[in-house]
């Protein structure tokens, strides 16, 4: 009987220190896909979805407690809402800044030596778009792990996993 | 600053605000109000946009990009008839999900994935880039898979599902003729693409993909025998998504997409629809006639009407397309006049078994009595608007040497007044029954929806008069049969 219990909060143990170990890890690498992708090969969405992969890291080794408690359900809702509502705000402060929608309004500098390089608003937009892949993602897999299809009777039905 | 790009920055920013409230507050009163109130007024901004867009023509460039480099959305007179069709079947339907999506659990789930289905409608019908009709097309598609499927039970998964393999099959299709055409001319921009097709010779590989456009679209349009999809998902979803779907999605995505590539990017003849748009008509209505399922029968229905307007434009000449764009606007009245009735009785009645009513025009009068309208307009009946439209169509096969289609025509609009005769004998004449005496008229919000419908579905007959019809239908006419002319749209 306790070998259930351990079952149902998690792998084992040896999974679970590596886990703790590469967390961290993964997630500022994931970061720096994000903010470094206006430049080079990477961005908000690969970006994400490394961020993301965090989480169902996270939740695979530990069980769903432990992640509901860095991301609850509605927290995770909220965070892509905002990741998509600020994606359309920075879109939309360039018709108001320059009269053009989309229009990329901060200053973008060509590459060369000792100089700092920008994407101007590119920047913004990949964070948006980690924002909404991450938690999206995220979302996604929670609910096909939580929820379950039964027969009932001659009928399918879609349920709450216990 | 070109005004029409709000149709689709609106519903794209109330989704999303509609998401995160319904993640940030506690209460669902508070949430339901608040959706309730934000959802209507975009809907309502919107119809007011498009129906003061009229005569509008022209292109903006996202991001200030030039035009091969960056995305262009256009906007000519089909463009605009269909977003002032779209946009206010849109407001009627929302209006009347206020009352109506009280059953359900999570109406702003439903709000926001309802404000994205509108986003990816108005985006078709503005885009000027093959790719982002392409996004758009699979953000409608995809929002309404999930509409389909809202209520969670087991026939509306199954049907969900189902439309959601068909419409997968369909995008596949668009995206590998996307593709080759951008393989064929190094350009995804619509106008560009029709001046290369123009002076370019007709390959095999062209053939190709305008052959997987037509399937694509014509599972979009569910013209039969691509039909397969649409009598499951337009009754499993509930009310005003069905109207949403049989109304105007459909239209969107299959008609309006199908006219546009194959008219003015391809600038191809159109007359291989003529046949499918027959088969349409004829095997939709049988169909019909066999149901007792009340939505089920408007759904095939759906499928015949569109027939008429494939038929319309397939014809090719000034009159067809008039005619069928024509029956377009009425169908997309009357039709999801149609299915707001329908759930307005199931609402109170809680059936849709047609056997199982009966005299409900003596409890539910503005129901009935909207639906006898719907009923008269879509059977053909003068003075409503689908009698105006399906003569054109009728005259317009005359004319253009095809009396053999203008029959088939005429038998399929007698076979629809007979399948109305049904519904209306069934549902809302006849003998009223003993457990049904003590429903009540739908509530407020339902009736004045369906209200404003049902005086739509009569003011539109005056489309007909030359002076309105210079100004709505005209330009929308002159914009499909003006061919790869379509190109000049660019500055």
């Not at chain 1, 070998?3 to 703790?20: A, L, Q, Y």
């Not at chain 1, 909220?78 to 705000?89: D, K, Q």
């Not at chain 2, 995804?188 to 010779?201: E, G, H, P, R, Y």
């Not at chain 2, 457990?435 to 004045?448: C, F, G």
Request: charged letters at 10%; hydrophobic letters at 55%.
């Amino acid at each position: 009987m306790n070998d259930e219990k351990n079952i149902s909060s998690g792998m084992s143990e040896v999974v679970k220190t590596v886990c703790n170990i590469v967390e961290g890890f993964i997630f500022v690498f994931g970061c720096y896909i994000v903010l470094y992708g206006q430049l080079s090969p990477g961005g908000g969405f690969a970006g994400g979805v490394i961020l993301a992969a965090v989480f169902i890291l996270i939740m695979l080794a530990f069980g769903k407690e432990r992640v509901l408690k860095i991301m609850p359900r509605k927290r995770g809702a909220f965070i892509e809402a905002l990741g998509a509502l600020s994606f359309l705000a920075v879109a939309w402060a360039g018709l108001y800044v320059s009269g053009i929608f989309f229009k990329n309004f901060i200053p973008t500098t060509a590459a060369s030596h000792f100089k700092l390089m920008s994407g101007g608003t590119i920047l913004i937009y990949n964070i948006a778009i980690a924002l909404k892949v991450m938690a999206g993602l995220f979302l996604v897999f929670f609910v096909l792990s939580i929820t379950r299809v039964i027969l009932e009777g001659d009928k399918l039905k879609m349920v709450k996993k216990q | 600053m070109e005004r029409y790009i709000y149709l689709i920055l609106l519903p794209l920013g109330g989704a999303f605000i509609i998401a995160a409230l319904n993640a940030a507050v506690k209460s669902r009163d508070t949430r339901d109000i608040t959706s309730d109130i934000i959802a209507n007024l975009i809907t309502l901004a919107m119809a007011g946009i498009a129906l003061t867009s009229f005569g509008i023509n022209g292109s903006y460039s996202v991001g200030g990009w030039p035009v091969p480099l960056g995305i262009n959305i256009a906007a000519d007179g089909f463009s605009i008839l269909m977003l002032a069709t779209v946009n206010t079947i849109a407001f009627c339907a929302t209006l009347y999900s206020i009352n109506y999506m009280d059953q359900y659990t999570s109406k702003s789930h439903y709000y926001s994935l309802f404000l994205l289905m509108l986003t990816g409608m108005n985006g078709v019908l503005l885009s000027g880039d093959l790719f982002n009709l392409f996004v758009f097309i699979e953000i409608a598609s995809i929002s309404s898979y999930a509409l389909v499927g809202f209520g969670t039970e087991a026939e509306e998964l199954e049907a969900s599902f189902k439309y959601m393999v068909m419409g997968g099959i369909a995008s596949t299709f668009i995206l590998l003729a996307v593709a080759i055409l951008y393989s064929s001319f190094g350009v995804l921009n619509m106008a560009n693409i029709s001046q290369a097709i123009s002076v370019s010779s007709q390959t095999p590989l062209l053939k190709f993909s305008l052959f997987l456009f037509i399937a694509a679209f014509s599972i979009k349009a569910a013209i039969i025998p691509f039909h397969a999809w649409l009598p499951d998902a337009h009754p499993a979803a509930p009310a005003p998504v069905s109207a949403m779907l049989s109304g105007v999605l459909i239209k969107t995505l299959g008609i309006y997409a199908m006219t546009r590539i194959i008219m003015n990017i391809f600038a191809a003849d159109v007359s291989i629809l003529a046949p499918l748009g027959i088969i349409s008509i004829m095997l939709g209505v049988l169909l019909a006639l066999g149901q007792t399922d009340m939505k089920r029968l408007f759904a095939y229905h759906s499928v015949s009407q569109v027939g008429y307007i494939i038929l319309g434009i397939s014809l090719g000449t000034p009159l067809g397309i008039l005619g069928g764009l024509f029956h377009l606007v009425n169908h997309s009245i009357f039709k999801s006049l149609l299915f707001l009735n329908s759930g307005a009785v199931a609402y109170r009645l809680g059936t849709r078994e047609l056997n199982e009513m009966g005299g409900l025009n003596k409890v539910m009068p503005i129901t009935g009595g909207t639906s006898f309208i719907a009923s008269l307009s879509i059977a053909g009946m003068p003075p409503f608007n689908g009698f105006f439209s399906k003569l054109i169509i009728i005259l317009a096969c005359v004319q253009s040497g095809h009396p053999g289609f203008a029959l088939w025509a005429v038998a399929g609009s007698i076979l629809t007044l007979s399948s109305f005769m049904k519904v209306q004998k069934f549902a809302f004449f006849g003998k009223l029954a003993e457990k049904h005496k003590q429903i009540k008229e739908a509530p407020l919000m339902m009736s004045i929806s369906v209200v404003i419908l049902a005086v739509l579905c009569i003011a539109t007959s005056l489309l007909v008069l030359p002076k309105v019809k210079n100004i709505v239908l005209q330009p929308a006419v002159d914009a499909v049969l003006s061919g790869a002319g379509y190109a000049k749209i660019i500055r």
